[in-house]
């Protein structure tokens, strides 16, 4: 498995996912009944009698989303989605207080613009792989999710946050000196109307639990300690639908924004390298990294 898993990671990086559009089949190991896999910052369970697995994000300290993080987390759910007996996918985090952190900031600082390319391209297979799943999707929100940690369970069907104020959520980009890119402002305005993602967008707006629940941001609250239980209701509930007719619809539903970024995908890589290749940008990401860990002296 780990074997096939380092194969698969380097085909993804060589760009032959996106050559061929899916894994080799090499690269695929069915579940077909209770099965395990671990990768370094992913693990997941699948039940074969319900048909459910759970991905745990175990990527401490944060769970950022790194080009190695996307890469495990987009192989691990395509093994998912090629499996016919896994119908959905809870996603949690298995740290303490932090669903994840968003994008990892040192992926888009002091590298190359063929780096700055090639993870960006990670960001957007995540994004297009999750987005478009087959599968129903639940997002058990256990902690803090800025910018990417949001757009992550934003492109899930359903989102059950725990209700601790400690907690918040939100595409705080702005407040990092950068701009959320179309897609995930897309994403937001469909989950949350126009209004709302025009000023939560421009104020960078972290949301309370109790907030994100009020516009729509998230579905459901619940105890910190019953909201993966509460996650495996809700998909009951959406698995006692045909999945062919929930699926089409599904589809139906997002494939105007699925289409948007796939029709500009590869504009929006050279818009992105062109951004955040600034001195000026890079100098706003800078900043704020260290502003995170000066926080804790
Ligand atoms: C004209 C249009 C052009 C279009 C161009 C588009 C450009 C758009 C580009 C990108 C979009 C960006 C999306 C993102 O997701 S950016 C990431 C935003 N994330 C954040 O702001 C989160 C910051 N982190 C936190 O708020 C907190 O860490 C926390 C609430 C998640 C957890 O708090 P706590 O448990 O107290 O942990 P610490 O703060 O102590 O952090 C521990 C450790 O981790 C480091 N760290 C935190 N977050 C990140 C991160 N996102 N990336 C990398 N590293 C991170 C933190 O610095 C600490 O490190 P240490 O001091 O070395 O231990």
């Given at each position: 498995?780990?074997?096939?898993?380092?194969?698969?990671?380097?085909?993804?990086?060589?760009g032959?996912?996106?050559?061929?559009?899916?894994?080799?089949?090499?690269?695929?190991?069915?579940?077909?009944?209770?099965?395990?896999?671990?990768?370094?910052?992913?693990?997941?369970?699948?039940?074969?009698?319900?048909?459910?697995?759970?991905?745990?994000?175990?990527?401490?300290?944060?769970?950022?989303?790194?080009?190695?993080?996307?890469?495990?987390?987009?192989?691990?759910l395509?093994?998912?989605?090629?499996?016919?007996?896994?119908?959905?996918?809870?996603?949690?985090?298995?740290?303490?207080?932090?669903?994840?952190?968003g994008?990892?900031i040192?992926?888009?600082?002091g590298?190359?613009?063929?780096?700055y390319?090639?993870?960006?391209?990670?960001?957007?297979?995540?994004?297009?792989?999750?987005?478009?799943?087959?599968?129903?999707?639940?997002?058990a929100?256990?902690?803090?999710?800025?910018?990417?940690?949001c757009?992550?369970?934003?492109?899930?069907?359903?989102r059950?946050?725990?209700?601790?104020?400690?907690?918040?959520?939100?595409?705080?980009?702005?407040?990092?000196?950068?701009?959320?890119?179309?897609w995930?402002k897309?994403?937001?305005?469909?989950?949350?109307?126009?209004r709302?993602?025009?000023?939560?967008?421009?104020?960078?707006?972290?949301?309370?639990?109790a907030?994100?629940?009020?516009?729509?941001?998230?579905?459901?609250?619940?105890?910190?300690?019953?909201?993966?239980?509460?996650?495996?209701?809700?998909?009951?509930?959406?698995?006692?639908?045909?999945?062919?007719a929930?699926?089409?619809?599904k589809?139906?539903?997002?494939?105007?924004?699925?289409?948007?970024?796939?029709?500009?995908?590869?504009a929006?890589?050279?818009?992105?390298?062109?951004?955040?290749?600034?001195?000026?940008?890079?100098?706003?990401?800078?900043?704020?990294?260290?502003?995170?860990?000066?926080?804790?002296?």
């Amino acid at each position: 498995m780990a074997a096939l898993l380092k194969r698969s990671a380097s085909l993804l990086r060589a760009g032959a996912l996106q050559k061929h559009g899916v894994l080799t089949k090499q690269a695929l190991c069915l579940f077909s009944t209770n099965m395990r896999m671990f990768t370094n910052k992913i693990s997941v369970e699948m039940d074969g009698t319900t048909g459910v697995a759970v991905l745990t994000m175990k990527s401490p300290p944060v769970n950022s989303l790194s080009l190695d993080f996307l890469t495990e987390f987009t192989i691990s759910l395509e093994k998912l989605e090629m499996d016919k007996a896994c119908r959905g996918v809870i996603l949690t985090s298995a740290l303490p207080r932090v669903f994840s952190a968003g994008l990892d900031i040192t992926e888009m600082c002091g590298k190359s613009a063929e780096h700055y390319a090639a993870f960006w391209r990670a960001v957007q297979e995540f994004w297009l792989k999750l987005y478009t799943s087959n599968m129903v999707t639940v997002a058990a929100i256990n902690g803090s999710c800025p910018a990417g940690g949001c757009l992550m369970a934003l492109v899930c069907d359903y989102r059950v946050m725990a209700d601790d104020p400690k907690f918040s959520i939100g595409l705080n980009e702005t407040k990092l000196g950068i701009v959320a890119p179309f897609w995930f402002k897309d994403t937001m305005t469909n989950t949350i109307g126009n209004r709302e993602t025009e000023k939560a967008l421009q104020l960078g707006y972290m949301y309370s639990p109790a907030d994100a629940l009020k516009v729509g941001l998230v579905d459901q609250l619940a105890s910190a300690d019953k909201v993966e239980t509460v996650a495996s209701t809700v998909m009951s509930e959406w698995l006692a639908i045909p999945d062919h007719a929930r699926h089409l619809t599904k589809s139906m539903m997002r494939k105007p924004t699925r289409d948007r970024l796939v029709t500009h995908r590869d504009a929006d890589i050279t818009s992105f390298v062109n951004f955040v290749t600034k001195d000026s940008i890079q100098k706003s990401l800078q900043m704020y990294l260290e502003s995170l860990k000066q926080r804790k002296r």
